[in-house]
């Protein structure tokens, strides 16, 4: 029987500080994001709903997907299945995938993919004209399809964008961009104080959009695919946009969140100084999957004493091995070894790497590059079924901000781009099935009780110290704590109070993005300090073993007061 640790009141807020919205368009689906599985979502509704909404925070081509290098990872080859795509997804999950989930995945992934093909996106291919495959950490073959060498997401990101471009001017879909949603609106909450229907969405439109200030997006589906939290840490390969704002959104609205604690920290981004901060460049996997090799700062090969695989290894093994190394080393980085690939090969396989290294002198034909682990993936997210459903009636999420099952402890390598074109689809036909169904009508959206919030955007260094320090690589009850103690004395109410007759921060775009990084660095912490045990993407320095009682999720929720509900739950 688990028994979880004592643990600090926390309430947060259910809506965010805002003026009332000054206009209103009504849609069937309002997508909110413009990745892989929100272009995916909105163009699969273009064609089932009558009228679907797709907002973006910056524009079309600025998702998250724009900057994947690795790959999409697919059982395409005739040698491979997806029996054994499904295997290494379990080994690498680490006993907390659902397995529903990841049979669903790899059994339509090499339909979705070939689809995307379809769509337009342009894959490196063999002579003979088939997707050339390679492989990546965690993957017992290869099955990996590139485009451009390392500049996959561009060319799949370009290829939707494309679609949607061509039907900007049907009258079924339309697209905001730089549009920030700020609120998941319900309708009124049942008897027992549960949330109600989905409403719709409250965004703020930035400034160079078709519409100004705060609106609201009134409809009876939301689908959220707004990406991951990469922008809660101090230094993350994430864009600036990776705030969190979705699963801080439907927090607020009292949806299910899990598996918050599993952060995927790539291991091998190039490593700049201590001081450096913001979007950091990736050097992808498959430069190890191409066979270049981790050293440390003595010029030590030391991956072959920590995994079968070396420096093929699950990231998490990776990134935990990097930062033993560098603590027993005395330095804060290691090095990546790719001099003996050649000057030419790196270059033609990797000629976005090979440019941002340029940028940097670094030519990885003769100098080691220096690597660190540094935020990458968030493997939680808002907790859906097959069909991408959250707990709330109406509210879907796709993509990273969902915890679909797919990923358990932790991300394999190139799953995540499949997992948004998969549960896209699937969102898509459930979403537009139900509404024309009338199972998802209209409701009028009520206010929420509890208390708003607005954190000053100064705070946001504070907020994404304590995330780095406490809920980091690798965590301990002791820094958890401290994490939380420091979340808990930054005000969240900056709207109302005033230093030198000025008010700490005012209701803009900076502000709800702080809020929305303090919200989900709060509850993170939260989870990992729940979690007392080492598995996957979450490592205890206090708990170092994992625990077969601990094979369960954690599942956080907001109830309607701010108050936050944790504790253990089932997977699946």
């Not at 100084?273 to 010029?299: C, F, M, N, W, Y």
């Not at 625990?547 to 509900?565: F, I, L, N, P």
Request: charged content about 20%.
């Amino acid at each position: 029987m688990l028994v979880t640790p004592d643990l600090p009141s926390v309430r947060l807020a259910t809506r965010l500080a805002a003026p009332e919205p000054g206009w209103t368009v009504h849609a069937d689906a309002v997508v909110v994001g413009s990745g892989i599985a929100g272009l995916t979502a909105a163009l699969e509704l273009r064609t089932r709903v009558r009228r679907v909404l797709l907002v973006t925070k910056g524009v079309l081509s600025s998702g998250s997907t724009v900057w994947a290098q690795g790959g999409i990872a697919a059982a395409l080859d005739p040698g491979d299945s997806p029996a054994a795509h499904l295997h290494d997804t379990l080994a690498a999950g680490g006993g907390l995938c659902d397995p529903r989930a990841v049979e669903t995945l790899v059994t339509e992934g090499p339909r979705r993919v070939r689809e995307l093909v379809a769509r337009g996106a342009v894959f490196d291919t063999t002579p003979d004209g088939a997707i050339s495959l390679t492989r990546e950490g965690g993957h017992l073959t290869d099955r990996i399809a590139h485009a451009g060498g390392d500049a996959t997401g561009a060319e799949i990101s370009r290829a939707l964008v494309a679609q949607i471009e061509a039907v900007r001017d049907d009258p079924g879909i339309e697209v905001i961009e730089h549009a920030l949603v700020l609120d998941v609106l319900t309708g009124a909450a049942g008897p027992d104080g549960t949330p109600g229907a989905v409403a719709g969405v409250t965004l703020h439109v930035i400034g160079e959009g078709s519409r100004d200030g705060v609106g609201a997006a009134l409809a009876p589906a939301v689908v959220l695919a707004t990406g991951g939290i990469g922008q809660v840490y101090r230094s993350s390969t994430n864009p600036a946009q990776a705030t969190g704002d979705g699963i801080a959104a439907a927090l607020r609205a009292g949806a299910l969140l899990g598996d918050l604690e599993f952060v995927q920290f790539h291991p091998t981004v190039l490593w700049l100084g201590t001081g450096v901060k913001g979007q950091l460049t990736l050097v992808s996997e498959a430069v190890r999957g191409e066979g270049a090799l981790l050293l440390d700062t003595d010029g030590v090969r030391f991956m072959p004493d920590e995994h079968p695989l070396a420096e093929l290894a699950p990231r998490d093994v990776v990134a935990h091995a990097i930062v033993r190394r560098t603590a027993a080393t005395g330095s804060d980085h290691v090095w990546l070894d790719a001099r003996h690939l050649g000057g030419e090969f790196f270059a033609r396989r990797f000629p976005t790497i090979h440019e941002r290294l340029a940028e940097h002198g670094i030519d990885p034909a003769t100098d080691l590059v220096p690597v660190a682990p540094a935020q990458h993936y968030h493997s939680g997210g808002v907790v859906t079924d097959l069909d991408g459903r959250s707990s709330l009636t109406g509210l879907y999420a796709v993509g990273e901000v969902a915890c679909t099952g797919v990923h358990g402890a932790n991300r394999l390598a190139s799953n995540s781009l499949l997992e948004g074109l998969v549960f896209a689809h699937r969102a898509a036909r459930d979403v537009a099935g139900r509404v024309e169904g009338g199972f998802l009508p209209r409701v009028e959206p009520c206010p929420r009780s509890g208390p708003d919030a607005l954190v000053a955007a100064a705070s946001r260094a504070r907020v994404q110290r304590a995330a780095t320090d406490g809920p980091g690589v690798l965590r301990s009850a002791e820094g958890l704590r401290r994490a939380l103690a420091t979340l808990a004395a930054i005000p969240t109410d900056a709207q109302q109070r005033r230093d030198d007759g000025r008010p700490l921060g005012v209701p803009q775009l900076a502000e709800w993005e702080t809020t929305n990084v303090h919200q989900v660095a709060t509850v993170l912490a939260l989870a990992a300090l729940v979690r007392e045990e080492s598995r996957g993407g979450h490592a205890r320095s206090d708990f170092a073993r994992t625990v077969d009682a601990w094979r369960a999720r954690v599942g956080v929720k907001s109830g309607t007061d701010g108050s936050v509900e944790i504790g253990p739950r089932p997977v699946g």
